[in-house]
Structure formats: C-alpha cells, structure tokens
C-alpha cells in the first residue's frame, strides 16, 4: 500500500508538461519494490532462503556497473569517453549555472587546477570504481573496498559538479555498515561461491530486468542553460535559485525547457553535456564565433507554444499559491532533506520575502575557451505576469 501511494505521489510532479525521470530517487523505490517481491516470495516459498540484503546489494552494483557500461556504448570504440572526455568542461558549465557562486576566486582556481592537472585520473578512477561494483560480493574485504571507493567518488563529484547523491551514499553507508559488522543473518551465505556467481549474472543482466538509470555522457565547452528572475510589485527586481522553486525544484534544475527557444539549438543539457561523441568533438573543434551556425546546421528548433502555455499556467498557480503563503515555510528548514543538486543565484536573490508580480526565464549560451567565459546569446524567452 505504501509503494503504491509512493508512486502516486511521484507522479504528480509529472504535472504540467513532461516531468522528469526519479534520477536519483529511482534507487530507493527499486529497493522498496524488491522488498515487497521478497517478502512474497518467502511467504509463498518458504524454502526460499536468500536474504534481503544479497538482492538489494545486486540492485545497488547493478546501477552502479550499467553506468560504466554506458560510458562505453556511447564511445564508437569503447574508450573515448576515457580518453578524450574533459571534466574540466563540467566543472565551468556548473559554475556558471551557480555552483560555488560565492567562492572565491583563488579556490575556483585551486578546483580548475587540479581537475586539469588530475582530471583525467579522476575520471578514470570513476569508471573503474563503476565497473568494479559487479564485484561486490566476491568477499566481504572487496565489498568493503567498493563501499568505500563509491562513497569517495560521489564527494569528487559532488565538489566537482554540485551532484549530491546523498540517497545513494545512504545506501552505501548502510550496506558498509552491514559488511563491516556482519551483520548475522542478514548476510547469511551471501559470500558463497554460489551466490557470487549468482551476482555476476543478476548485475549485468540489471539493464533488462532493472533498467536502472545510467549516468554518462560527453562534455563539451559550451552550455546553454536557464536563469529566472522575478518582478514585485514595486518593480525591484530579484534573482531565482532553481531550489528556490521547492517541491518542483528538480524539475527547474534539469530544466527542459528548449520548448519555450523559439530557435534552432543543439541537444545540450543545461550542463553542457550530450550523449554524442560526434557532436561533442564538433563543438570542440569549432570556434566561439562560429557555433551560432554549428547550432543552425545542426540543431532542432523545439518551440512549442501548446508547452509554454502549460508552462505559463503552472507558474501562474505556482507563484499565487506561493504569495498566499508567504515568507513563510511549512516546516523548519533543517528538518528538509538535502538537494540532490546545489547551485545559487548571485545578487539580490527572492526568498519569498516579496509578492511576485513577474516571472522572467533567461535563456544563457556560454563558451570557455582557454578557461576564458565567452558569452554566446542571453535572451529573455518567457515573461508570465502572476
């Protein structure tokens, strides 16, 4: 009952335009399903023995090795992403979409230095931790290890890019917690020869009876992402941080929103990344003076005025409901779970202390080049009064 309400819960967020995948929340829900499924299966079979624990391990590594085997189907040969990938790509696209917004430049420039002298390691060091989780559960000293390695790589990437994967690194903690204490009966016979073997083949067959969300892709110099602003009613003008925009705050963070850019543009996300090689390398080799015509030559105008107008009807009852309320939150803040993605807005920036009489959506295209930011077109794209 309560996995079924979960899902209906979820799925109001699906609400006005498309949604989003769970991302980051699929693993939770994954856990919550295989639970039941086990509970079932013990009830009707009683001789079935296998603990819970061994299939949420399997659930678990299974995410994590579909993610290194994306980086290599989305690589012609298997190692581009390995080799010719640049980390320090990200790390400028999320800088200037807000991550570390208020730090300073000397650590910006401690950050852009190590990933440019280490980055390559590093990024290696992520798609072999990834690999190696199919390993999981070959001896409890080798599981340990893979906890420990997956828990440093989502701090890299979190001081890297802003991604927290705090519900996975839950997981994680828990399950080392487990392996470092044996816990009893929870892991009954799972290092068996048998079991692991087992595991070998319910992991890497996760992309057809799983189908976890695989993370991977190919960075580029150039981003185009979305900023907001709004207007009260004095006419003074605010800043929007997108987990301002709570609970739809990662819907704004992963802002698909081509459809309100009434012109021609490539599948970028909002941070810089696509999942191809051959338009990667392309934007790599073109200069900033030139990508306007990569972007007419190759993109795709995505305008669509039956989306906006959902969109626009959904800030407007967003905003009257969140002007009613005030500044005013509905619980303490501390007591909110952590974002799965940081960054902020600099300036004077809205925390609901002002009713909202606009909202403004800012279309931003940006170049790096020699670590040199090069704006391409920032253009207002929307403007909904409330």
């Known amino acids: 009952m309560f996995i079924a309400f979960a899902y209906v819960y979820r799925s109001q967020f699906n609400y006005p335009v498309e949604g989003f995948p769970l991302y980051d929340k699929r693993l939770l829900f994954d856990l919550l399903v295989m639970f039941v499924a086990h509970v079932y299966t013990r009830l009707f079979i009683p001789s079935f023995k296998i603990p819970y624990v061994y299939f949420a391990i399997c659930i678990l590594a299974s995410g994590y090795f579909m993610s290194g085997i994306i980086k290599i189907v989305l690589s012609p040969h298997g190692y581009e992403w390995l080799i010719y990938n640049n980390p320090t790509d990200l790390f400028h696209n999320v800088y200037y979409r807000g991550w570390l917004a208020h730090a300073s430049s000397n650590t910006l420039n401690s950050i852009t230095k190590f990933f440019n002298t280490y980055g390559k390691l590093f990024q290696a060091s992520i798609f072999f931790i990834e690999l ?50 044996k816990s009893g009966f929870l892991l009954e016979n799972t290092f068996s020869k048998k079991y692991f073997k087992t595991s070998i083949f319910i992991i890497c067959l996760g992309i057809t009876w799983l189908q976890p969300i695989k993370f991977g892709w190919h960075d580029t110099p150039v981003n185009q992402f979305f900023t907001y602003e709004i207007e009260d009613d004095t006419g003074k003008t605010y800043a929007v941080e997108k987990n301002e925009m709570n609970p739809y705050q990662q819907w704004f963070q992963m802002e698909r929103f081509l459809f309100l850019v009434n012109k021609p543009c490539l599948p970028l996300s909002g941070f810089g990344y696509t999942g191809s090689y051959s338009l990667a390398e392309k934007i790599k080799q073109v200069e900033p003076e030139n990508f306007l015509e990569l972007e007419k030559e190759r993109g795709k105008n995505e305008y669509n005025i039956t989306l906006k107008e959902k969109y626009d009807d959904f800030i407007k009852i967003y905003f009257k409901n969140r002007n009613k309320r005030g500044h005013q939150l ?39 080049k020699n670590g040199n930011l090069i704006w391409l077109n920032k253009q207002m794209v929307d403007e909904i009064t409330i």
């Open 132 to 181: 190696l989780a199919v390993f999981i559960l070959y001896s409890r000293k080798v599981g340990i290890l893979i906890l420990i390695s997956l828990l440093c790589m989502h701090t890299g990437i979190f001081i890297l890019a802003g991604f927290l994967f705090w519900k996975w690194m839950a997981i994680d903690f828990l399950l080392l917690f487990i392996y470092v204490y």
């Open 330 to 368: 509905f619980f303490p803040s501390i007591f909110m779970a952590p974002h799965h993605l940081y960054n902020s807005a600099t300036g004077v920036v809205w925390k609901g202390q002002t009713p909202v009489k606009l909202f403004r959506v800012i279309f931003n295209q940006v170049y790096t």
